[in-house]
Nanobody, 122 residues
Framework: QVQLVESGGGLVQAGGSLRLSCAAF????????MGWYRQAPGKQRELVAG???????NYADSVKGRFTISRDNAKNTVYLQMNSLKLEDTAVYYC????????????????WGRGTQVTVSS
């Protein structure tokens, strides 16, 4: 079983920065995909940024140039550095990992975190 623990959300003024972290726990050998999604009230959950095991990244157009995703494979942790935050970035941010290989299964998932609230104020 894989569990995800997210941290780093909070309240920040527009133009400010936050850094989200998500650590995966379990008997994990490797994680192929790690990513961040967000869901604002009344809207569908959307991909914010993703990163593969090789380091390839992709971003939503709305966050390109402001957000940076990175990962530490030794710690099974993914980060999201969010700069120049805007009011419209307010949402619950969820961590997702997929194609996880553990001591019992290969390429399982996806697994989701519980979410962390990010609120940007004016």
């Amino acid at each position: 079983q894989v569990q995800l623990v997210e941290s780093g959300g909070g309240l920040v003024q527009a133009g400010g920065s936050l850094r989200l972290s998500c650590a995966a726990f379990g008997s994990i050998f490797s994680i192929n995909f790690m990513g961040w999604y967000r869901q604002a009230p009344g809207k569908q959950r959307e991909l914010v940024a993703g990163i593969s095991s090789s380091g390839s990244t992709n971003y939503a157009d709305s966050v390109k140039g402001r957000f940076t995703i990175s990962r530490d494979n030794a710690k099974n942790t993914v980060y999201l550095q969010m700069n120049s935050l805007k009011l419209e970035d307010t949402a619950v941010y969820y961590c997702k990992v997929d194609r996880v290989t553990t001591n019992k299964q290969s390429m399982t998932g996806p697994y989701w975190g519980r979410g962390t609230q990010v609120t940007v104020s004016s």
